[in-house]
């Protein structure tokens, strides 16, 4: 399937591909403005976005030229204040953000533009998958608060609705109202893994260093390869000033990946700190081993052991 922009990624140009002016940008800003009107998607011919191919009304990821055609039409209809499809409308312009947004900075385009578009859509429309791809949007543009307004009449609907709700409220600092809901997500499935770490997380960001510890550890219960959770609950005791079992956890954290580079570095304070340069020294060599750049981490070790003044 070929892809088409209607932009043309030739860089080296002083003059618009569209129409001839002079422009730092393979495209000016008045054709800009033209193609936005005519085509809101920035899009006119067929496009590749997935593996299988479908309709326009099954949400397909391949996009032929008519669907393409449709999409546009849809968006214009939207834009002018008619009545549309603004759930699927929003739900390609997530998708295109996700894609192509890199590419918008080439041109005289905001780099948001495919999620302001997004957020067009899904603020006119009153269903509740519409709603939470507003949430969505919201916690992409670090607006926890916007977030969690939406979701707190619809977050018992869905499990992923809830999970959001939860974020925004972590995000926002309301930890005890978080811990709340995924309390009760818990009530409802007490095996939920996901749930569980998210519960530590807010456990952790609200102080309480104690219970989010026993939370990853129910966590590391249900899977004891989950390097992260084995570095997390070491951030727990180490925040107890249990060093020993923080250490063996950041430990353990690296041998299920050997590539985990936060571990290493708490490690390394840890064993700094006391004095045990020679088992420091030995981490750093691990570290070099996977590929890290150590070197002058190892000449400052090496100095502290042979007694020089840093």
């Known amino acids: 399937m070929r892809k088409y922009f209607i932009f043309n990624l030739v860089l080296e140009i002083v003059k618009c591909v569209l129409c001839g002016r002079e422009s730092s940008k393979p495209v000016c800003e008045i054709c800009t403005k033209q193609i936005i009107m005519d085509y809101p998607f920035l899009i006119r011919r067929g496009l590749a976005v997935g593996d299988f191919e479908g309709n326009l009304e099954d949400e397909p990821e391949i996009l032929f030229e008519k669907d393409i055609e449709k999409l546009n039409e849809m968006a214009k209809n939207a834009l002018m204040g008619r009545d549309s499809n603004f759930l699927l409308l929003s739900r390609y312009a997530i998708l295109f953000h996700e894609r192509f947004s890199d590419i918008l900075k080439n041109f005289e385009i905001e780099e948001n533009y495919y999620l302001n578009l997004a957020k067009e859509f ?184 042979k007694g020089w003044t840093l």
């Open 122 to 305: 899904a603020s006119r429309s009153e269903d509740s998958e519409s709603k939470y791809l507003l949430a969505k949007i919201y916690m992409e543009e670090d607006d926890p608060e916007g977030a969690e307004k939406v979701m707190e009449t619809i977050w018992k609907e869905k499990r992923e609705y809830a999970l959001l709700y939860g974020r925004s409220l972590v995000a926002s600092g309301k930890w005890g109202r978080a811990i709340e809901i995924y309390n009760e997500m818990l009530g409802e499935n007490k095996d939920d893994k996901e749930v569980w770490k998210l519960l530590a997380e807010a456990l952790y960001s609200s102080g309480n260093y104690e219970d989010a510890e026993r939370a990853y550890l129910r966590v590391l219960q249900m899977d004891k390869d989950d390097y992260e959770a084995w570095y997390l609950r070491g951030l727990c005791l180490k925040n107890m000033n249990k060093w020993g079992g923080a250490l063996q956890s950041f430990q353990t954290a690296v041998r299920k990946n050997p590539k985990y580079k936060e571990a290493y570095e708490e490690i390394l304070n840890i064993l700094v700190e006391r004095g045990m340069y020679s088992r420091a020294l030995e981490t750093l060599k691990k570290m070099k081993e996977e590929g890290f750049d150590v070197d002058e981490r190892m000449k400052e070790i090496e100095g502290r052991m």
